[in-house]
């Protein structure tokens, strides 16, 4: 037998339990014709095979097929049928149960699968599923029993991930089921989407029997969302739902993203009459075909057979018709014959779209007729008497692997799944209206990666549009901006903000702007970094040209100054005062206005050093005359008093020395500097951000200060002995003219320091130039003007008479002091749904309240005025047995004693007496309390919660009245976990009964909606997850480990810590999880893995029994040296400490919660007479494991043990139960019993008494629970957010050794979550101690960080905090660690050899210093030098006739040229510059046209004297001398407007070339204008072939007349050197084109001149006899050549 599990309807009515009567059966309504046909599927597979003789030939498969109406409750009930039989009732017997079906074909849908496949798994019956495909199913442990053959979600939701990629939207909307088919896949998809770079605008769930309001606001959501694709993982129920409400509001437009649940669904297409879908894109199952199938599926009378009403119901539905026996309401139909066919019936019975599920349901019947053919070894024949068991078919159907009748292939992998294919279908509207399913891709999930999507064709968009929509939150940064996140929102929605000045984004997209080089900036859209504008003090500028005008007018002036003193040198008034040194101090201070210019211009390497040292020495020089000019003054006056002789000890010859002296000190200063530091050229780019400034870097700012330092103490030393002197009778006052002039010169210099200092760029240059030509002026002025004003103006003054006369003239002084006015300036400037199931089996006949199985009694108990439950874990764990189920379990056989759950136990107690010991609290109200042991088992704690809730009678009175009493109790105080807790909080729920947890901490019970009665006193794991990654941040372990109690409380908790650490940038080494009832093996794994891990810090989601379990395993293997950080269930529990003897967990480093103290509540928890009051079994198993002794009545195996007495007390007693380390954990049972108090005052009425009549409700006490807001007596405060939750705050504690072995709780920081971001942790001790006593942080990396020079490279599949360093490539830099990227260097920079700094590069070109250059120099001057010698020589043999024959005009301008040709090839030595480069092609291209238009002339010269020989000629008055010259400026000036026209079109530039070398840059000058060059060039060629024609016709003339063959020789050379020039030029790279192109001056120039005049030279110095007229006019050629 084979079951079947199919949906014949798609609901049922729904009805609110009142939990006082049994439920009524389930109410199918909306008939379903898509179960009818996988039914149909099913019949046409068992079919066939009962056909068949190949596969199991004498074998009949028979069926029993259940329709489950799509409820999951439903499912489990007609699978627990399937599997059971259905007996009404079975008798007695001692036989065990036998099975009826060995394998069930369904459910649909995943959810239902889930829940079957949990309850039929422990029998191993195989369930099948042609349409489950939920990823979760593919977890064996959970689900050993299914399989499928449709592919898993795991694989459609990536491929949809890819799919939404692929097409560039990254903003998108997501809805799903909300059942496990479409959180699980959603789930996968959203991470997927997360991993390629997609948010989600909204994920929002529904479900299609939610109440209409959830729909509209899926539909707000939608309305008010920005995204325009909405990707679905939805089932067809549920969009048409969706569908209908969107139409009404016509939400047209968007983009669908569907799954195969709905994507290739007809019925979906019909029902979207508004065009909502239009345009959908989806996955889909691929097309299949089974033969014969359809016609069988459509031959309905087989149904008809039944009687059941259900088949009634389906034939009048599919034919629109009515029996006469029918119940049904339908009005105006006509009458069913049962003898209808198809024929013309449209719907979706007849509807063979889903042919591919179908094929599904047919493949799946197949793979269990061939498992069982092989168990039955058929041949021609099946063994029958084989015993069939489910276990054995089920590990044949994971074995099989066979092809179908039509070739498909069939098989399951190691999860029970098939092979991964999808079809791409795109919905496009067709001229009808209707909707056609268009294949427009293939999706193959076990091709590589870059291969599994396949598009094919054109696809049809939305609103049919041919153009892909676009779906983003915001658009593309354009160039030169960047993206920042907005606050709050998803990683796709940013705003583009604009690039800094001096940064550019030259991408889309750009999260970062790179800061432009130094020598560049930004431009005005910031995507382009443009070269800084050089800025100096330039001679075009107007301050630059005023202060060269003043310069030169200063050198004017003193010029004339000279000149008029040189003039009337013979007068007094110059020849006073030592006139030699007046003549000095002149030619100093032309010096000094002079070097005012070296400061102008472009600073160089030589400028610099001059600019410093010329003035410092010529200022020195000019001080020093003065200097000696005021010394002469005094001696004078010394030298007339009596007897004096001074002047020979300061004669003329000493004062020269004087000056030399002081000028050479000033001379080894400024060597001294320029030899230790001299003064560089310096880009300034810190002054301005727009402008490089170019200025001279003083090297060593001592040596500068020294010249101006001597300088300045000259003046000094001139200013006082001049002072000094002024008082000396008025004829010789020119000591009064060098004291105004020492006083404006050290004013001028004493402004000029803070002036120079503050002043920026090339205005401190202004400022120095102006102090040096203001200082001139100033001695200019004040010492020669007035004499120069008596020379001129005053000439009768100027007499000896005068000069040493008493009266002294004042009229030199009253122009002076007109002159001196006093002028200065200064200036500043990121499901439990089984446990209800139990409900709907009940098989209770009689209407009455009846209570099943076992009574459940409580272990502490005591009555009271108002009840409160308490569910603790008295026992940890339990025997474990493997249950038949084919008898009636056992009670569960609680072992290992939990001396914590007595503990919490006792803290109820304690509030509870204190309470009741209150007349502030709850004033003559006495509070219960019953207390059970769940034993740590989760079905236990719903049994006893169910207890607590309904009371424990054994069984009620037959009765028609409801069950109405209250609650036993009125609030449940527990569980101790997370999973407890959510199977206890889904029970009593809807009973509204409040339950308080004091230790379960999964953030999923925050959920209201799952569990409206859950409260806490401890904070959500939420926090704590994210405060754990935050604290695994701090210290920098990025590569962790992680283990978690396989439940609620670990999978929830280290989710979250997953995500957080993700978004940290903290990977997972490995994430593994155990139960501490799992085998032993699966520890032995979990060993193993931290074996072979490399990560040293393990984070930890653990309960206390959990971790005592590892860490005992973990001391086998001897473990240790690992960091371990944990959660508050275990971090701060003694317990777990005392038992780590093997130092496994020391340095331990993990979250708790905060300590605290409750007055007298240790010494009640201490005080255990209370709990040896009861008889019961479990307390004198407490009581002989407290005080380790054994009860004469005892019936423990315990051997040689004291016998107990009853009255034992603690004193030295030492273990758990006396460790108080867990005391916070006790404060929130007691915050947590008060909180109940609390509520029950305020609905009590409580003031000095409390209001008895008030009836209690548990969902009264529970909402005043939620609004309390009070104090305990220690002060804390205690109140419940939105969520039942408390405020968050954690101590950070640190395991530290103690001095006895011991460990010690340390406190060493704290994290409160209701601060700010950044001010939630705060680490107060830095002094931990580690893993191993280490004080030293350990270190937890996959890899080292990356070092400078170097980026990461992420490891293939691995997580991204794996990566290899690899190296920049050259040119490129990485100048921080960790760097993701190398810099390239900007072009005029390469990177150094660690690949860490980009250095200047190398700047090539052709210069004086290398041999090449030295050599070119050295031949070009040789050249010149040459063309002097034979120049001298024919201007010294000028007069004989070899010089003078043929125009010896023409053969000095040809030398002449010679040497300029020689000469310009030394403009193309050197850095090129903007005027070398325009003057090198120039000057070569005219002086070059020069030449050889002088060596046309003299060829025509001897074609015209030999046409002048023929009688009656009179040629050479046609090209006498003055047409030879004509003709030669005539060519030249051709060649002047050529290169005027290239200079102003397009005129040379030196240029920077980047691309010939990588580690150099070839400084050349770049053509301009290609044109220009070679015209320059064509037209040099063009006169030269001219001369070649011309001389080469003229070579057989008479041998008198030889210049013309050497003409020609020498033009043969030089076409020669130029042809080959051409190609060598073009193919020589850099500084050796320039080499080529001196080398081919050089030639041709030597090349002239040696042909030429060498011969002519032979004859003149070697032959002078034959240097005669008569010999030059002989008719025999002489032979000497």
Not at 721 to 729: C, G
Request: glycine fraction near 6%; proline fraction near 5%; charge should be neutral.
């Amino acid at each position: 037998m084979l079951g079947g599990i199919f949906s014949f309807h798609n609901s049922w009515i729904d009805r609110q339990h009142t939990y006082k009567h049994k439920p009524l059966p389930l109410q199918c309504i909306s008939l379903n014709f898509r179960g009818f046909q996988y039914a149909q599927a099913m019949l046409f597979a068992i079919e066939e095979i009962n056909n068949s003789t190949d596969l199991l030939p004498g074998i009949s498969l028979g069926y029993n097929i259940y329709d489950a109406c799509g409820s999951i409750a439903r499912g489990v009930r007609v699978a627990l049928a399937l599997a059971n039989g259905n007996e009404v009732i079975s008798v007695p017997s001692e036989a065990p149960c036998t099975r009826h079906t060995q394998a069930i074909m369904g459910e649909t849908s995943s959810s239902p699968c889930m829940a079957i496949a949990t309850v039929i798994g422990p029998f191993n019956i195989p369930l099948i599923s042609h349409y489950a495909t939920c990823a979760c199913l593919s977890d064996k442990t959970k689900y050993p029993s299914f399989l499928r053959t449709i592919p898993s979600d795991y694989y459609q939701s990536r491929a949809l991930a890819q799919l939404v990629k692929h097409f560039g939207w990254t903003w998108v909307g997501a809805i799903r089921t909300n059942d496990d088919y479409g959180n699980n896949g959603m789930a996968i998809f959203t991470e997927t989407a997360q991993q390629l770079g997609i948010c989600l605008e909204y994920s929002v769930s529904f479900f299609r029997t939610d109440p209409p309001d959830k729909i509209q606001m899926i539909v707000d959501i939608i309305k008010a969302s920005t995204s325009k694709v909405i990707v679905t993982f939805l089932l067809p129920p549920d969009i048409y739902v969706l569908v209908q409400a969107l139409s009404q509001h016509n939400l047209t437009g968007y983009q669908w993203v569907g799954t195969e649940g709905w994507i290739f669904h007809p019925q979906t297409a019909a029902s979207d009459k508004h065009h909502i879908l239009d345009g959908a894109i989806g996955l889909s199952i691929p097309k299949a075909h089974v033969s014969g199938m359809r016609e069988f599926m459509l031959d309905v009378k087989p149904l008809n057979s039944s009687s059941n009403e259900m088949f009634t119901e389906f034939w009048e539905t599919l034919f629109n018709c009515k029996f006469k026996q029918s119940k049904s309401s339908a009005g105006n139909q006509r009458e069913c014959t049962g003898h209808e066919d198809l024929t013309g019936v449209q719907n979706s019975f007849t509807d063979m779209s889903l042919m591919p599920i179908f094929n599904n349901v047919y493949k799946g019947v197949y793979a269990v007729a061939h498992a069982l053919h092989r168990i039955l070894s058929c041949d021609t024949t099946c063994d029958n008497k084989v015993k069939l068991d489910p276990f054995m078919i089920l590990q044949h159907i994971k074995k099989i692997h066979f092809k179908t009748k039509e070739g498909e292939e069939v098989y399951f992998d190691e999860n029970g799944d098939p092979p991964a294919k999808y079809e791409i279908m795109n919905w496009q509207p067709t001229e009808n209206g209707i909707v056609d399913f268009v294949t427009v891709g293939v999706y193959d999930a076990s091709l590589p990666a870059d291969q599994q999507m396949n598009l094919l064709k054109s696809l049809i968009w939305a609103q049919n549009s041919q153009q892909v929509p676009v779906s983003v939150c915001s658009e593309k940064c354009p160039l030169g901006t960047r993206k920042v996140l907005q606050k709050g929102k998803p990683v796709c929605c940013y705003d583009c903000l604009r690039c800094a000045e001096g940064e550019i984004s030259n991408i889309t997209d750009s999260i970062t702007c790179v800061r432009c080089h130094p020598e560049f900036w930004s431009n005005e859209r910031r995507d382009v970094c443009v070269k800084k504008e050089a800025e100096f003090l330039s001679y075009e500028e107007i301050m630059g040209a005023l202060l060269t005008a003043a310069s030169l007018f200063g050198t004017c002036m003193t010029a004339v100054v000279a000149f008029i003193f040189f003039r009337y040198r013979q007068t007094p008034i110059v020849r006073a005062n030592n006139s030699e040194l007046s003549f000095l101090l002149l030619f100093s201070l032309t010096l000094c206005f002079l070097c005012s210019l070296t400061f102008i211009g472009r600073p160089s390497e030589w400028s610099c050093m001059l600019r410093h040292t010329a003035f410092g020495i010529t200022f020195v020089l000019c001080i020093s005359c003065v200097l000696g000019k005021t010394i002469v003054v005094l001696m004078a006056f010394r030298a007339t008093l009596p007897g004096s002789n001074v002047m020979k000890w300061f004669g003329p010859v000493q004062q020269k020395l004087s000056v030399l002296g002081f000028t050479l000190i000033q001379v080894i200063i400024c060597i001294l500097w320029l030899t230790i530091s001299p003064p560089f050229p310096f880009k300034n780019f810190k002054e301005s951000k727009e402008k490089i400034i170019l200025e001279c870097a003083l090297g060593s700012a001592v040596g500068f200060w020294a010249v101006l330092g001597y300088i300045g103490l000259l003046a000094m030393l001139c200013f006082i002995l001049a002072f000094l002197a002024r008082k000396l009778p008025d004829n010789f006052n020119e000591a009064k003219c060098i004291t105004f002039s020492m006083l404006i010169f050290c004013a001028v210099w004493i402004t000029f320091i803070p002036a120079y200092v503050s002043s920026p760029g090339k205005f401190s240059v202004a400022v120095e130039i102006f102090a040096i030509l203001a200082s001139s002026f100033g001695l200019l002025i004040c010492i020669f003007i007035p004499k120069c004003y008596i020379i001129l103006l005053k000439p009768e003054k100027n007499t000896k008479q005068n000069m040493l006369g008493k009266g002294a003239t004042k009229s030199g002084f009253a122009f002076l002091d007109s002159m001196t006015s006093t002028h200065m300036w200064l200036e500043k400037g990121w499901a439990l749904i089984q446990l209800l199931l139990m409900v709907s089996v009940s098989q209770a006949e009689d209407l009455v309240c009846r209570r099943r199985g076992d009574p459940e009694n409580p272990q502490l108990s005591k009555d009271g005025d108002i009840m409160l439950g308490g569910i603790f874990s008295f026992h940890s764990s339990w025997n474990d047995r493997q249950d038949d189920f084919m008898h009636q379990p056992l009670p569960l056989q609680c072992i290992s004693l939990n001396f914590r759950g007595f503990q919490y136990a006792q803290a109820m107690l304690f509030a509870i007496e204190e309470i009741n010991n209150s007349t502030d609290l709850l004033p003559g109200i006495s509070l219960g309390y019953k207390i059970y042991d769940v034993c740590g088992s989760i079905a236990r704690s719903v049994r006893v919660a169910l207890a607590l809730a309904n009371g424990n009678e054994v069984i009620s009175v037959p009765s028609e009245a409801p069950c109405t009493r209250p609650a036993q109790v009125q609030a449940i105080m527990g569980e101790t976990s997370s999973s407890p807790c959510m199977a206890v909080a889904t029970v009593i729920g809807s009973f509204h009964i409040p339950l308080i947890s004091h230790f379960a901490t999964c953030a999923c019970l925050s959920d209201k909606t799952k569990y409206p009665s859950f409260l806490r006193t401890i904070p959500s794991d939420y926090y704590q997850s994210r405060a754990l990654a935050q604290l695994v941040k701090h210290f920098g372990w990025t590569w962790v480990g992680a283990i978690r109690t396989n439940d609620d409380y670990g999978n929830n908790g280290m989710a979250i810590f997953t995500e957080t650490a993700q978004q940290l940038g903290i990977c997972l080494e490995y994430s593994v999880s155990f139960f501490r009832t799992d085998p032993p093996d699966k520890l032995q794994m979990i060993v193993d893995i931290i074996k072979a891990s490399t990560s040293k810090v393990i984070v930890t989601f653990l309960s206390h029994m959990d971790i005592d379990l590892l860490i005992h395993e973990l001391s086998h293997h001897n473990l240790t040296g690992y960091q371990w950080v944990g959660t508050e269930a275990w971090i701060s529990d003694s317990q777990t400490a005392a038992m780590d003897r093997h130092h496994i967990l020391d340095g331990a480093i993990g979250l708790s919660i905060p300590k605290a103290h409750v007055g007298g509540m240790r010494e009640f928890i201490l005080n255990v007479n209370l709990l040896n009051s009861s008889s019961n079994e479990m307390f004198t198993e407490f009581w002989e494991t407290l005080f380790n002794c054994k009860f004469k009545q005892s019936k423990s195996s315990a051997g040689n043990q004291r016998e107990c007495t009853g009255h034992e007390d603690l004193t030295g007693v030492q273990n758990s139960f006396t460790d108080m380390s867990l005391m916070p954990i006790f404060n929130n049972v007691y915050k947590g019993v008060y909180a109940v108090a609390h509520a029950l005052h305020r609905i009590l009425s409580c003031n000095k008494t409390c209001d008895n009549k008030v009836k209690l409700d548990p969902f009264t006490i529970l909402q005043q629970m939620k609004r309390i807001q009070f104090k305990t007596k220690e002060g804390e405060e205690v109140y419940f957010d939105e969520n039942g939750d408390p405020a968050a705050k954690y101590e950070i504690i640190n395991w530290q050794p103690g001095e006895n072995g011991t460990v010690e709780f340390v406190t060493v920081g704290l994290f409160d979550a209701s601060l700010p971001a950044d001010q939630q942790m705060n680490l107060q001790n830095e002094s931990l101690i580690w893993a191993q006593k280490s004080q030293q942080v350990p270190v937890s990396v996959c890899s080292e960080k990356c070092p400078p020079g170097t980026r990461k490279v992420l490891q293939k599949g691995k997580p991204v905090c794996c990566y290899d360093c690899l190296r920049c490539a050259e040119g490129e830099i990485s100048n921080i660690t960790d760097s993701i990227t190398c810099v390239r260097c900007h072009p005029e920079f390469w990177s150094n050899e660690r690949r860490d700094v980009c250095v200047k590069k190398e700047a090539e070109f052709l210069s004086y210093e290398e041999i090449m250059g030295a050599l070119l120099t050295a031949a070009s001057l040789f050249g010149t030098c040459m063309t002097a010698v034979v120049a001298f020589i024919f201007f010294r043999y000028r007069q004989t006739p070899i010089v003078r024959a043929n125009n010896s005009e023409l053969s000095f301008l040809l030398l002449f040229s010679l040497t300029l040709c020689f000469l310009c090839s030394l403009t193309f030595i050197g850095r090129p510059s903007e005027w070398s480069c325009m003057l090198r092609h120039t000057a070569f291209g005219i002086t070059f046209v020069l030449c050889i238009s002088c060596v046309l002339g003299k060829t025509i010269v001897v074609l015209m004297a030999f046409r002048a020989t023929l009688p009656g000629s009179n040629v050479m008055k046609w090209f006498g001398p003055a047409q030879q010259k004509l003709s030669v400026l005539g060519f030249t000036l051709i060649q002047v407007v050529i290169c005027i026209l290239w200079l102003t079109i397009s005129p040379p530039f030196s240029f920077k070339n980047f691309k010939e070398s990588k580690e150099k840059i070839i400084l050349e000058c770049a053509l301009g204008s290609a044109v220009g060059f070679w015209a320059v060039l064509g037209y040099i060629g063009l006169l030269a072939m001219l001369c070649f024609i011309l001389a080469f016709l003229a070579r057989k003339l008479p041998d008198n007349f030889n210049e013309a063959k050497f003409i020609t020789f020498s033009m043969l050379i030089f076409c020669a050197v130029w042809i080959t020039f051409i190609p060598a030029y073009v193919s020589s790279p850099g500084k050796f084109s320039v080499a080529v192109e001196i080398f081919a001056i050089l030639a041709s120039s030597f090349g002239l001149l040696i042909c030429i005049f060498i011969p002519k030279c032979y004859i003149i110095l070697l032959k002078p006899e034959k240097n005669t007229k008569k010999n030059m006019m002989g008719k025999r050629a002489p032979k000497s050549l």
